[in-house]
Structure formats: structure tokens, C-alpha cells
């Protein structure tokens, strides 16, 4: 083993010690040959000696310089790069040379060719400060995938987003796994800005929703309390797909040695046919979840666990008569508060993903779905028979996609969304399968779901349960002392965060008032033809002070009370403002140019950002009416807010 390789290992196994184990435990190449060519003893080529084919073609240094120069020339402002294959290692190492690269991602396909190159050159000063992310595409799950888009160094670049194919030698042999792999990275890509959201108003609705429901989520059963507390050994996650129907009668039979967990969709279904959950999940903030309670007898809902997100409408939660809990969901406003016994519940996008985040949380490690269909049925159906809204409620549109059949055999139709929920469960059970969780998908239709077992649902309770009657979960509140003082927390809080905004919103202001009457002089010169009286200048300073803008988004306080709210419109902004970004500006022309579509752009990106701020205040000052009103009802003394 080389002095070097050693390093390079050393290092490695601080951030993947799965690929150093791999590595370290190879003996040396079977499959190459490394080559000098010429006098120059870094002229490595590497010869695959049972293809007969070379990574260069020709000169290795030749081709490596060539390389550069059209990286310098085209991508040399590019804070994230995305490479398939390493070759020698050499042109990885000299790209970090630009301080522009941030990140470089290289997906190497073939273990003996990245031991070449980590005998080859020294990069672990690059592995341990996590610029260089080494990954087998074989490994590259979506769950990884995922955690690579999300990275907040890489997922504003998302638009600026190309697999490059280091030489003719990955292209002509591993096509196949560049496809799978560049259509990995989309998937996540198109999920990790999903996640985000698009919506402003959606936001605000939620944290308006959850400021409301303050009293009444401090005056419930604390989420906490559940953790590890499962009731029997396998959970069963009721869902309203197509196929749930076939699988009610031997729900019936199994419910008294089975944790039932039903969304709320499924609650009305669950009550004809006489099965009762255990636990019933909720998490849209819309009104018309609320007929899912409505729908269902009062009594028939009584000892229910009902989790309800704390964002959900005040309607939802007047027609849900079980046992409430209000868990918050992992929003940095709900974090903000400070009322981390509540708990966190629903970081999925969708009643089903809370659902077994949930049977995760309570310690379940058998998992079994039903009605998970996340696909329209054979007959263009929806939903299970005795849905509320309709078993036809969501009709094809264009926007469908294809996705693998349950079974593994042909594609099936689904939504956009459904195949967001799809991509949340993959996540979630990739991770679950660390603690040794099994998540069996016996929905026998719809969609395969990645990473679960497939199983009829008769042969997964044959195998599962033992017909031991499940036990009993009593609940607790905290004391009327607490819950005082947790109210008046809360008050104080929001006191805060309406302070702090009106602090930011006004700086932002001020910076927009400039960038506006720039942008009009821009105008006024372009009208004349007389772009030679740019200030530039001015741009540049504008441009700083733009940059501390952003700096101030970065803070922690910031991003803790406000991020939610702004980051569903400026995440897609940066996004289109980082394709600005990574141009070139090797010439003056192109700085000039640069900038002024720079300065541009940031008109309506400091507006915007300045009227979410301020949504946010008059929401949350809305809001915490309801929250006074507690507090007098308990005598307990408060400033107003005004």
C-alpha cells in the first residue's frame, strides 16, 4: 500500500468508511494496467486489459490540459460539478485549483480504477473537507440521491445540473448505468424542489393554522409520550388506494392483534366495516379534510389517537372527537417556539408517509402496507371503494407520469404527487432498513415501492403476527402550571419574531429602494443607446450590499423564524438567479454584462422578499388572537400585541 493511497484512505473513512472498507480490502488490479507514457512520470494512462481499451486515447496530460482549458472556459464559475468516471484522478485534483468549484461529485464505476487514483494523487485535504464525494453509482439509492440535492451548497445550482462523462472509455461501457444514474439525480432534483414547495400562501396559511392552535396542542397528550410505545409487534398502515377494499375482510379478522394506523382518508371506510385504528394520521391543512371526521360517527371515533398536525384547519380538528395529539411538523417556525416535547410528526408529504414515520417513532419493526396503490387501478379508478370524496376524485391529466408496476412487471399511471409520496417512502424505508426495520407492501396492486418487501397481505399477517391481543396505550397531559407557563412562552415568542421581522423587513426595504431607482436609470440608458454612462461602479457596490442581504437570510434567527415563508418563492428564484451566477465573466464585456443582469434580476427577488416578511407579521399578528384569548380565559397577565 502507497504512502498516499494510505491518505487518501485515512480520509475516506472519516466521510464513507463502506467505500474505504471496499477499497482498503482490494489487493491491487486485476482488471487494469496504469501505463507511463513518455518521459513525464505523471503521463498515466490506465488500460483495461480485458476490454483493450484505454481511458485516453491518446496523451493522458494532453487530454487532461484540453479538458481544463474547456472547463476554464465554460464552466469555470460553477460552484457544483457532477462528473461519471475519475480516470487517473489528475483533472479532479486540478479543478479544485478554481476556488469557484464548491463541490465535485464523481461517480466511479469501477473500484479498481478509483484505487488507481488514489495511488495516484492526494486528495484527502478534499474528501475530509467534503469538496470531493466519491460514490459508486451502484450505491447511488434515491435516499442518497436525495441527501445530495438537498445539500444546501448544491441545491440552489439544481438548474445548472450536467452529468459529465469523463472519457469515451465510461461512455462506450457503462452507458447504461450513466442513463440510470443521470435519471436518479433528476428524480431527486425534481423531488428535493417539490419539497420546498411553491406557494407562499400556502405557508402562511400553515403557520396561521398553528399559532391558532397553540392553546389547544399545549392542553392535549404531548407526542413525546409515544415514543417507543408500540401496542403489539407489527404496525398495519391503512391506506385509500384502489386495492384496499379486497384487503378489509382480513383486516377484520387480524385487528385485534394488529396496531392499525389509518389515515384520515381511511377513517370513514375503516368505520362501515366495523375495523377500528389504533391510531388515525392527519396532516393538510385544508378544510376539506374534515370530512373525512364528519363522515365517520362520533362514538365510533372515541379512544381513537387522532394525530393531527398542528397546521391543520380549526375545522378539522372540531370534527375529530378521539384522543388528540398535536405534533408539530420539523417547519423551523414550529422549532422556533421551543415546544420540542409536542414532537415532530410529518416530514413526508403525505397522511400515509406521516403515518409510518409514526410506526417508526412508536418502535415497530415490522411495517405492513395496505391501499398504498400510489397509482390509478387497471380501470383508471383513484381511490378504494367508499371514499369520501369519490373512488374517481383525481381524473388523468397530462402532467401523469410511469412508473414500475407492483410485481415489478410493465408500468402503471400516476400522479405528479403521487409519485412525490412514492419518493418520500423510498427515503424513509432505506433508512428504517438501518434499524432493521421490515416494511412489507402487501397493497397486491399500484405502484412498487423501492426498499419494501413484496407480500400478499394473508401470507405477511400469516407470517408476522402472533394472535396475541394488543395492549392498551394510556396518555397523559402536562399540568395546568406548565401549560400556563408554556401560553405565555409562546406569547413572548411571537412578540419576538414580529419584532425581528419589522427589523429585517425595514433594512431590505431600504436596499430595494436603491436597486429600483438603479434598474430605472438602466432602463433610461438603454432607451437612449447610452450604455457607456453605466455607473458600474455603483453596480458593484450594489451588488455588495445585496450580498449582505443574503447573509442576513443565512443567520440562524432568521432562518429559524422566517426561512419557511420565503423559501418556497426565493428558492425558485435562486434557482434561475444561479444560471446568472455561474456564466462567465473572463472578459470586461461579460463582467459588465454580468452584472447588469445581476443587478437586474434582484429588483423583484428584494421585493418579493420584502412582502413575504411582511405576510408573515400580519398572519402571525392574526393569528395570536386566539392565543389572548387563552390567556385571559387562565387570568394570566400579557402585553397585547398589537
Known amino acids: 500500500m502507497s504512502r498516499l493511497f494510505h491518505k487518501n484512505i ?18 491491487g488490479t486485476k482488471n487494469f494496467q496504469v501505463v507511463q507514457q513518455g518521459e513525464d512520470v505523471i503521463n498515466l494512462n490506465i488500460i483495461d486489459k480485458y476490454k483493450k481499451f484505454p481511458i ?12 481544463r482549458e474547456v472547463f476554464k472556459n465554460k464552466y469555470s464559475r460553477y460552484p457544483v460539478l457532477f462528473f461519471y468516471g475519475i480516470g487517473n484522478g489528475i483533472f479532479t485534483k486540478l479543478l479544485f485549483s478554481n ?18 487514483a488514489l495511488n495516484i494523487v492526494d486528495l484527502s485535504d478534499e474528501i475530509l473537507q467534503e469538496k470531493l464525494i466519491l460514490i459508486p453509482p451502484e450505491e447511488l439509492t434515491f435516499a442518497k440521491a436525495i441527501s445530495i440535492m438537498s445539500h444546501k451548497d448544491i441545491k ?14 465510461y461512455e462506450r461501457f457503462f452507458s447504461e448505468s450513466i442513463l440510470q444514474t443521470n435519471k436518479m439525480l433528476l428524480r431527486a432534483i425534481k423531488q428535493s424542489i417539490l419539497n420546498v414547495g411553491n406557494d407562499t400562501i400556502d405557508t402562511l396559511i400553515g403557520i396561521e ?28 398502515i391503512v391506506s385509500t388506494g384502489p386495492s384496499l377494499a379486497k384487503q378489509l375482510p382480513l383486516l377484520k ?14 377513517l370513514p371506510i375503516l368505520a362501515k366495516h366495523g375495523i377500528k385504528p389504533d391510531f388515525v394520521t392527519s396532516l393538510e391543512r385544508v378544510e376539506l379534510t374534515a370530512k373525512f371526521f364528519e363522515n365517520t360517527p362520533k362514538e365510533f371515533q372515541k379512544d381513537i389517537i387522532m394525530l393531527h398536525s398542528s397546521l391543520q384547519h380549526e375545522k378539522v380538528l372540531k370534527n375529530s372527537h378521539g384522543r388528540k395529539i398535536l405534533p408539530m411538523r420539523g417547519f423551523g417556525y414550529m422549532k422556533y417556539f421551543g415546544m420540542h416535547k409536542y414532537g415532530y410528526l410529518g416530514i413526508g408529504m403525505s397522511a400515509a408517509n406521516m403515518a409510518y414515520e409514526l410506526s417508526y417513532i412508536l418502535g415497530y419493526k415490522k411495517i405492513i402496507l395496505i391501499g398504498q396503490d400510489l397509482a390509478y ?15 374517481d376524485e383525481v381524473k388523468f391529466k397530462e ?30 424505508i432505506e433508512y428504517s432498513k438501518k434499524e432493521n426495520v421490515l416494511t412489507i407492501n402487501a397493497t397486491e396492486g399500484g405502484a412498487r415501492i423501492e426498499g419494501a418487501e413484496e407480500m400478499s397481505f394473508e401470507e405477511a399477517l400469516k407470517q408476522h403476527v402472533d394472535k396475541i391481543p394488543k395492549k392498551k396505550l394510556k396518555l397523559r397531559t402536562l399540568s395546568e402550571n406548565t401549560i400556563n407557563r408554556l401560553l405565555l412562552k409562546a406569547h413572548k415568542k411571537i412578540q419576538r419574531m414580529i419584532k425581528y421581522g419589522q427589523k429585517v423587513q425595514n433594512k431590505i426595504e431600504k436596499t430595494f429602494l436603491k436597486v429600483a431607482k438603479e434598474c430605472e436609470n438602466l432602463e433610461k440608458l438603454k432607451e437612449k443607446k447610452k450604455l457607456e454612462k453605466i455607473n458600474f461602479e455603483k453596480l458593484y457596490k450594489l451588488s455588495s450590499e445585496i450580498d449582505k442581504i443574503k447573509d442576513l437570510l443565512e443567520d440562524k434567527t432568521f432562518a429559524t423564524m422566517y426561512g419557511e415563508t420565503i423559501q418556497s418563492y426565493l428558492v425558485n428564484k435562486e434557482l434561475d438567479l444561479a444560471k446568472i451566477m455561474v456564466q462567465p465573466s473572463n472578459t470586461e464585456i461579460e463582467k459588465k454584462a454580468k452584472i447588469i443582469d445581476w443587478i437586474m434580476n434582484h429588483k423583484e427577488w428584494l421585493f418579493m422578499l420584502a412582502g413575504s416578511i411582511n405576510a408573515q407579521i400580519i398572519t402571525v399578528k392574526r393569528a395570536s388572537k386566539n392565543l389572548e384569548k387563552e390567556l385571559q380565559k387562565r387570568n394570566l397577565e400579557f402585553t397585547p400585541i398589537q
Open 209 to 236: 393554522h398553528h399559532i391558532n392552535n397553540l392553546p389547544l396542542m399545549l392542553k392535549s397528550p404531548h407526542f413525546s409520550q409515544l415514543i417507543k410505545k408500540k401496542i403489539s409487534d407489527v404496525a398495519v
Open 377 to 391: 387501478s387497471e380501470d383508471g379508478t383513484s381511490h378504494s371503494e367508499g371514499h369520501v370524496l369519490g373512488k
Open 399 to 428: 402532467s401523469d407520469e410511469y412508473v414500475t408496476k407492483y410485481g415489478g412487471e410493465g408500468l402503471i399511471r400516476t400522479t405528479q404527487i403521487w409519485n412525490s409520496f412514492r419518493n418520500a417512502f423510498e427515503r424513509d
Open 99 to 116: 476556488p469557484s468549484h464548491k463541490k465535485v461529485v464523481v461517480f466511479e464505476p469501477n473500484l479498481e480504477l478509483l484505487y488507481i
Open 156 to 169: 440552489l445550482y439544481a438548474k445548472t445540473f450536467e452529468l459529465h462523462i469523463y472519457s469515451e472509455y
Open 10 to 27: 485515512q480520509a475516506l473513512t472519516k466521510k464513507n468508511p463502506t467505500l474505504a472498507a471496499k477499497l482498503f480490502s482490494l489487493k
Open 56 to 67: 485516453y486515447k491518446t496523451q493522458p496530460l494532453k487530454e487532461i490540459e484540453q479538458k
Open 253 to 266: 379478522k387480524y385487528q385485534k392483534y394488529i396496531t392499525i394506523i389509518s389515515v384520515d382518508a381511511s
